[in-house]
């Protein structure tokens, strides 16, 4: 069993080795901080576990939704009242948040409010710009804040996904890609709907 001892030690070796270059590494611009998120949109045919830095994280301030009819309104673009929004092909007139009452089959959206009557408020309340958007790949290093204690890590280590088909699996109802390989699906998820604060280091800066 000898040579077996040995080989044990190396790799308990080269672990801690790994790990000490990443702690020695999360003092230089190389780790981003940001927070976790699940991203999803028309055409990812499902989410996909990612990281926003916050540095491309910009309050809003000029877009607003009524609460009652989803009526959007970029007060910056149309100063004079409520506009659809045209980004390129794209108009969009209303809002509707993805909520467990909106994603019924029965459910109807509301009538438009008559002028004068819509109750705006600033929504979503920060925009995330795509360029500090990095979608988790294997071999990134992450690091996962508690929101309350920030400087307490729930869950660090090296991204190693198990990739699914599209449309195979689920999580809190919303289809996924993959599941980080050793963490428990459901706590693993949580921690990217929910939102929670991270720093990353990308593989190809470790
Ligand atoms: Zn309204």
């Not at 910056?76 to 980004?87: C, F, M, Q, T, W």
């Not at 958007?133 to 307490?152: Q, W």
Request: aromatic share 14%; charged share 30%; net charge positive.
């Amino acid at each position: 069993m000898q040579p077996l001892k040995g080989l044990t030690f190396f790799i308990f070796y080269a672990k801690l080795r790994i790990v000490f270059l990443i702690r020695n590494n999360m003092d230089k611009a190389k780790t981003l901080t940001g927070k976790c998120e699940f991203y999803s949109e028309t055409g990812t045919e499902g989410g996909y576990w990612a990281f926003q830095d916050s540095r491309f994280i910009k309050p809003n301030t000029t877009q607003f939704v009524c609460k009652k009819c989803y009526v959007v309104w970029d007060k910056k673009r149309s100063p004079n009242g409520p506009a659809p929004i045209v980004e390129g092909a794209l108009s969009v007139d209303k809002i509707i948040l993805i909520t467990k009452e909106t994603i019924k089959k029965n459910y109807k959206l509301p009538r438009k409010c008559r002028p004068n009557k819509h109750e705006f408020e600033l929504s979503p309340n920060e925009f995330e710009e795509y360029e500090g958007l990095h979608i988790l790949k294997d071999g990134d290093y992450l690091f996962i804040n508690s929101p309350k204690e920030p400087d307490k890590i729930v869950w660090e280590g090296i991204i190693s996904l198990h990739q699914y088909p599209a449309f195979k699996k689920a999580v809190f109802g919303c289809w996924m890609h993959a599941d980080q390989n050793g963490v428990d699906r459901k706590k693993w998820a949580e921690y990217f709907f929910k939102e929670y604060p991270a720093k990353l280091i990308k593989k190809e800066s470790l």
